[in-house]
């Protein structure tokens, strides 16, 4: 079982930057793939990113490349969600998801956090 909690959620103004942070504990290993989904109000959830543990290979959904980057503290298996440039359509609850599993692969989430708020005002 893996735990994995967020934080860093809030309020920005559209252009703005946001950084999230998720922290797991439990059976945490260098085989971990960790990564972040959103839901906005009204539409399914979404992926947004993710990291592989043991080479931080990264992946990363088209809409937001090149303005969001995910990295990891391999010392406290934290993982960072860096926002920047956000946008109005950025605003959801983020989820922070965890599993053993390839980083290629977008589903198949084992663990998910409770989410964390953000909100971008145009």
């Known amino acids: 079982q893996v735990h994995v909690v967020e934080s860093g959620g809030g309020l920005v103004q559209a252009g703005g930057s946001l950084r999230l942070s998720c922290a797991a504990s439990g059976r945490t290993n260098s085989r971990l793939t960790m990564g972040w989904f959103r839901q906005a109000p009204g539409k399914e959830r979404e992926f947004v990113a993710a990291?592989?543990?043991?080479?931080?290979?990264?992946l990363y959904a088209d809409s937001v490349t090149g303005r969001f980057t995910i990295s990891r503290d391999d010392a406290k298996y934290t993982v960072f969600l860096q926002m920047d440039s956000l946008k109005f359509e950025d605003t959801a609850v983020y989820y922070c998801v965890a599993k053993y599993g390839a980083v290629w692969e977008r589903g198949n989430y084992n663990y998910w956090g409770q989410g964390t708020q953000v909100t971008v005002s145009s």
């Open positions: 990291i592989n543990w043991s080479n931080e290979v990264t």
